[in-house]
């Protein structure tokens, strides 16, 4: 989930965590369990003639809690920038990318009652605050977990939590389990005195379970947008630019307050598209090749451990494979660069392009005994140097389609990056200086 976007992954991502020793973590189950939390309302007849929304009914869920609906309405774009990329030779996919094939162009689905336009907080949380079993707690600080002083086969057991609220220490202690589900896990595992001595000894945390691999192998997907204005249609694009103009904004928030169903502030992100590099690019073989060869001699030269190894040969597996989703675009009704400022009345649309795949790995680490203080952060970003590949040779394939039909028809022109900017060196740095974070590294 992200960009208010719902879909699952590939089948192959998720049978790849069996593969690396999770057993019974595959798609098989992923898809149960993810049915099994689903309330799916399908799109109306006149939803799936005009935006192309569609969907599978032997796997989406209907008895679950987790509101699961497309959006009712989405930007007059989308439909021709779908047919666009259809004509680069990308295929268009049917049911919203919930089977397991992620690998085209579709309509997503969004995690919202179509009727309420209310978010998950109503599923999961409301009907059942006031169980005598549940006590959600904000603003608690979570210092590290609390090991039984019995360590039977010299194993540790989680019996309790130490937090922190309003300066004040409390703890927590669990009768049966427990789950470790942060954000920062890293820092509260390596508080807790799991992880490298060698990162924990010199902070004065006394290491109770060597892990070495706890922060590390961190991988983070991060895009970068590119605008276009859009031409002056008669009536005019129905994109979010218009939020911008204070008395137009007022004016649909009052709409959607009084009618929920109707106005800008119902709109979502729609149009998705996962390709393979070879779909995108020329030259991607090349770089594919180039890149085998640099992680063989990295192995080679000891670089490499035997799990990340591991990693990586799915990873080449299957990027050389016309399975791969090594870029995803993602359209915005709205201007979202920053290098060059939008223009008063006018409308834009923005085509982000994701990096899915990266093969540079970061570490998040502790930087102190303070829970209060952050974790050092290292997202090592184009380490490896195909990441950064991968993401240029999006932006070229990103302008190639300002001469492709329909979207050749509905633009005036690329605003940022500027055409002035052309070669690869170039690129590179504006796609550095526009780069975001998906906010979703594992």
């Known amino acids: 989930m992200n960009f208010f976007i719902y879909m699952r992954p590939p089948i192959k991502d998720i049978d790849d965590w069996e593969a690396l020793g ?29 935006f192309h929304q569609t969907y599978d009914p032997e796997v989406v869920g209907t008895e679950g809690n987790l509101q699961v609906a497309f959006p009712s309405l989405i930007m007059d774009g989308e439909v021709p920038f779908q047919q666009t990329v259809k004509n680069t030779g990308i295929k268009i996919l049917d049911g919203a990318a919930l089977s397991g094939d992620v690998n085209g162009a579709w309509m997503a689905a969004a995690t919202i009652d179509p009727v309420k336009k209310t978010r998950s907080i109503k599923a999961f949380y409301l009907p059942y605050r006031d169980r005598s079993n549940l006590k959600v707690m904000v603003e608690a600080h979570v210092n590290k977990v609390l090991f039984a002083s019995e360590r039977p086969n010299n194993l540790l057991i989680a019996e309790g939590v130490e937090f922190t609220v309003a300066g004040t220490k409390h703890v927590v202690h669990a009768k049966k389990e427990m789950i470790l589900s942060a954000g920062q896990s890293p820092q509260i595992l390596e508080l807790s005195g799991i992880g490298d001595p060698s990162i924990l000894t010199p902070l004065g945390i006394e290491c109770l379970n060597l892990l070495p691999g706890v922060g ?3 991988q983070e997907y991060v895009f970068y947008p590119t605008s276009f204005e859009l031409n002056d249609k008669e009536n005019g694009w129905n994109t979010l630019d218009k939020l911008r103009n204070p008395e137009s904004a007022k004016a649909e928030m009052a709409l959607f307050n009084e009618k929920r169903q109707q106005g800008l502030y119902t709109m979502s992100l729609a149009n998705v598209v996962f390709t393979p590099l070879q779909q995108a690019s020329p030259i991607a073989n090349d770089l594919i090749t180039a890149l085998s060869v640099k992680l063989e001699q990295a192995r080679k030269d000891g670089h490499i451990s035997d799990a990340l190894w591991e990693q990586y040969q799915m990873q080449l597996s299957l990027v050389k494979s016309d399975k791969a989703i090594d870029l995803e675009l993602v359209t915005l009704p709205y201007y979202c660069t920053t290098t060059t400022p939008p223009e008063e009345g006018k409308a834009y649309m923005t085509i982000l392009a994701a990096l899915n795949s990266p093969f540079s790995r970061g570490s998040i680490h502790v930087a102190s005994s303070d829970p209060e203080q952050p974790p050092l952060c290292d997202p090592h970003y184009f380490e490896n140097d195909f990441d950064m590949q991968v993401l240029g040779e999006g932006l070229k394939f990103i302008r190639r389609l300002q001469d492709v039909e329909p979207f050749k028809s509905m633009i005036v022109k690329q605003i940022d990056p500027s055409p002035k900017l052309q070669t690869d060196g170039e690129l590179r740095n504006h796609i550095i200086s526009e780069l975001n974070t998906t906010f979703r590294a594992q």
């Open 22 to 50: 999770n057993p019974g973590w595959n798609w098989e189950t992923h898809l149960k369990y993810t049915k099994r939390a689903e309330k799916f309302t399908p799109p109306t007849a006149a939803q799936t003639e005009t």
């Open 216 to 218: 590390n192998n961190v």
